[in-house]
């Protein structure tokens, strides 16, 4: 699958990508942004969320077909408001993307400091926005797979939900639970059409991580652009029959 | 019947009271309701997303406080959210009863409402002193996101405590166009339409601009339903149509799918892809054509959606459904018990008095079929 996707060239992806709706949470920054952008590019039709009006209202004005929504996915009364603005931008969705994430306690700390405020913070960001989201936006997405669409739900996940890394116990809890939930929802929704995944992008040179980690060489780190490149990707294997049938 | 008064979209014991198309009645739990669905049938929902769609301000020329409640649109598609219909109260909120509201103040052409960030202009009245046409200002995402926070959601004084937008979606909303929600399909959650597709039933939807239910004034409530928009997909005119080439029948989840499909059928000959505007009233002298059966609420006599269910039997029918409701005391209202009601078909049937069959869910029922 992809080699399919290196021998597609810049216009048939184009053309495939081309009014596909997608909604990207924490699209202001870091792997979010980089989405936001070369979405744009291929024409699908985003709308992004991200916490900071003027980093919204920023972003919008470099990129005039992008959709800006202000809301904050770890507060449960903006769910909603944002779903609302995301179906009514969009007129429906096809891919959403679950990529706004809390590290909990900053600086990193090991579970014992941490305080349960700050667990809780990295929970109701990483955890329970995303599926308070799916949840808000699953008729809309069963929708689109009636309407003869692949949609497509991805958590941007991290190896901290696989392996257990002193000092990551907040993040890395709540996303292993994000990748399990991802496997459940998959398997629940695969009647409807739905198809659910969980993604690591891998260590990338973004603001979260210098935050986590901030000695870290950034040059020894994947750059954003080249890991929204690989997602498009992944997605695009996903949701784009036609991908498949060429192959 | 009483006010369901506890915004609980599927209670676990909500009711299902079943008419079935030989005359028989009969109570079931409303969670039963695939097990009277057949291999091959075909059940259409109604996928739109509820608005937040009123909207409190202030009526600038007078300052006085107003709330605005959006009633209709020009389409279903998302593009057009500048210019709605809407029915606008006078001061106070929806804890007094819609028909005790007080007038707004006198609406005029070229009036500005300020309603919170949004401000709209009155374009014309639309035949009645509260019923107007507006428009708002601004940039589309501006609207959107301006009625996704202000807005909140169309709400009557049987349910004291304050709706949030997710006790108005049902789990399959989708496109949030709807004024009210299309609350027959609050039944349907995600393990209800596994079992319906288990049981071979076909699933689809089409969108409908549900309008709103009541007004506060008499006369312009005999104007209910106002048009309202709709759209059928080409996927789901085409589900709809094999379903019914091989003989399955046509259940309609809500009044709103009930309306679309059949001005569909009454414009177009049958049920195809379009857009369309729903002018229809449905009632007693309306031949049904596509649509086979309803689950529906349970309605109050006088309303155009009980009038509606007099498409599907005739009035007698209708008057005993009516007293079973009452004397058993099933909710009413939008997180209310429901009602599944067959066209009729063999009328001579109807000349039999109904048997109510009851399974007994609630102790005043009796466990025995019994006439009423």
Redesign the interface.
């Known amino acids: 699958m992809e080699k399919v996707s290196i021998e597609m060239g810049k216009g048939q992806e184009v053309a495939a990508w081309k009014g596909i709706r997608v909604a990207v949470t924490g699209g202001t920054s870091g792997l979010g942004l980089a989405l936001v952008r070369m979405l744009l590019e291929l024409e699908a039709r985003v709308a992004f969320i991200a916490r900071n009006r003027d980093r919204v209202e920023r972003l919008v004005c470099e990129r005039k077909h992008a959709r800006g929504i202000t809301g904050d996915v770890s507060q449960k009364g903006d769910i909603y408001s944002i779903a609302i603005q995301i179906l009514g931008e969009l007129g429906g969705l096809d891919v959403l993307i679950n990529n706004a994430s809390s590290l909990g306690p900053v600086p990193l700390a090991p579970l014992a400091d941490t305080n349960c405020e700050d667990f809780e913070l990295a929970l109701q960001t990483n955890l329970l926005g995303p599926f308070r989201l799916t949840k808000a936006l699953l008729g809309a997405l069963a929708a689109s797979a009636r309407e003869g669409g692949r949609p497509l739900v991805v958590n941007v996940s991290s190896d901290a939900a696989i392996n257990a890394y002193p000092n990551w116990g907040a993040y890395g809890a709540s996303k292993a639970a994000l990748h399990h939930l991802s496997g459940i929802w998959n398997a629940e929704l695969a009647p409807q059409g739905i198809q659910v995944i969980s993604w690591d992008p891998g260590d990338m040179d973004t603001p979260l991580h210098a935050v986590a980690v901030p000695d870290a060489e950034p040059t020894a780190l994947k750059r954003p652009e080249d890991a929204a490149r690989e997602l498009i990707s992944k997605i695009a294997d996903h949701i784009l029959p036609i991908r498949e049938a060429s192959q | 019947m009483i006010p369901a008064s506890v915004p609980t979209q599927r209670p676990p014991d909500a009711r299902l009271l079943v008419v079935d198309s030989g005359g028989k009645i009969r109570d079931m739990l409303r969670a039963s309701f695939p097990t009277l669905l057949r291999s091959g049938d075909i059940v259409v929902a109604n ?1 739109a ?1 509820t ?2 769609a009123s909207i409190s301000g202030v009526h600038q020329r007078t300052g006085r406080s107003i709330e605005v409640r959006l009633a209709g649109s020009e389409s279903v ?3 057009d ?1 500048r210019q709605f219909s809407a029915v606008v109260f006078g001061e106070g909120s929806y804890r007094t009863p819609t028909e005790l509201r007080p007038s707004p103040p006198e609406l005029c052409p070229g009036d500005t409402l300020q309603l919170g960030p949004l401000t709209a202009t009155v374009l014309q009245l639309l035949g009645h002193p509260r019923f107007v046409m507006i428009r708002f200002e601004g940039a ?2 501006s609207i ?2 301006g ?3 202000h807005g909140r959601p169309i709400q009557y004084a049987h349910i004291p405590t304050p709706l ?3 006790d108005t ?8 166009v709807a004024f009210e929600p299309p609350s027959a399909g609050f039944a349907l959650d ?1 393990r209800t ?2 079992a319906i ?1 288990r049981r071979g039933v076909h699933f ?2 089409i969108t409908h601009a549900a309008g709103i239910s009541s007004t506060g004034d008499v006369e312009l409530d005999t104007r209910l339903p106002f048009d309202e928009p709709y759209r059928i ?4 005119a085409r589900s709809i149509g094999l379903a019914r080439a091989t003989g399955g029948r046509l259940i309609a989840i809500g009044t709103t799918v009930v309306r679309a499909l059949e001005h569909s059928v009454s414009v177009h000959g049958s049920v195809c892809e379009t857009t369309g505007m729903a002018v229809n009233k449905i009632g007693p002298t309306t031949e049904l054509r596509v649509v086979d059966a309803i689950l529906s609420g349970t309605h109050e006599s006088g309303t155009s959606h009980h009038k509606l269910l007099s498409a599907f039997v005739d009035q007698r029918t209708l008057a005993k459904m009516d007293q079973i409701l009452q004397r058993y005391a099933y909710r009413t209202h939008e997180f209310g018990d429901s009602v599944f009601v067959e066209k009729s078909g063999d009328h001579a049937a109807w000349r039999d008095p109904a048997v109510f069959v009851t399974e007994c869910r609630h102790a005043d029922l009796s466990t025995k079929a019994i006439s009423v």
Do not use: C, Q
């Open positions: 996928d997303a608005l937040p598609f998302h593009e959210v589309n995402g959107w996101e009625l996704a926070r949030a937008v997710w979606w049902t789990p399959i909303a989708g496109l949030p995600w339409l596994d597709h689809t939807t997909t080409e996927s789901s």
